[in-house]
């Protein structure tokens, strides 16, 4: 009797895997959360922002999560969407195409149909920022009384 319980108990304890997601569904989340994505990343301005601010990016993924679940049938949670998201953008990812190593070894592998539009997405956009009107010390002489 004691060993059933303890097979219930870990049979319980495993996760359950969710579904894989296809190309078209990471493709949507992307699209969503370019959509939305000062409210999910933008700095919030004004009295009281910092409280509203999590809550108004939580309200934000779980409106991405019904619009994918609704799509596709799927019952992800905005944490799981919220997560999903950040792998695909992964930096390693998209930098090391963008500036791949040196040396020898096998081509990356190509990127994925939702990586690419990520990757398309992103590519417009400025990497570094420097400062307008800036000064550039070394090209002037200065002289201290």
Known sequence: MAENDIE????AAKRKRGANWSSEEQIVLIEEVLKYEDKLFGKMKGAGAKGKHGKIKEETWQSISDRLNSQFRNERTSDLISKKYDNIKQ???IDGIRRPKTGGGPPPAPLTQAEE???????TRPT???LVGGIDTDGTKCSFY
């Open 8 to 11: 219930s108990l870990i049979s």
């Open 91 to 93: 930096r390693d990812k």
């Open 117 to 123: 539009a990520l990757y398309q997405a992103m590519d």
């Open 128 to 130: 570094i920022v420097g």
